[in-house]
């Protein structure tokens, strides 16, 4: 086999790997979000009227997690206010750090798995 080709086929299994990992990753990322990270969010957050608890999301895609709560409060509850001498209640962040090591492990399992 020449050199050519023996770049042409690592370059193609290069591509290959790439895909296995981005698909590997979104899948692990996606149950992390459902089944880790929303739940310990959910209970941590202060609960009044429900609506900033019901507001908590996520989503994955190959590249990235995205975590967020869109309640018009949300930020203000996590952050606190100087201004408005409001408290910080933080919920998102302290979700994160408890469940950041399971993502990583659901990852790590997946690809595992998949390489079998």
Known sequence: ???????????YLGSIKHAVEHEV????ATTWVKEDFLP????LVPYDTGELH?????NANPQQVRVFADAP???????????????????????????RRKLSKRTRDALRKRLK
């Open 40 to 43: 310990v969010a959910r209970q």
């Open 73 to 99: 409060h949300a930020r203000v509850t996590e952050e606190g206010s100087v201004e408005k001498n409001i408290p910080a209640q933080p919920y998102m962040r302290p979700a994160f750090e408890k469940t």
């Open 54 to 58: 019901d507001s908590i999301g996520g």
């Open 25 to 28: 990753f979104e899948e692990a």
């Open 1 to 11: 086999m020449s050199v050519k080709n023996m770049d042409a086929v690592l370059r």
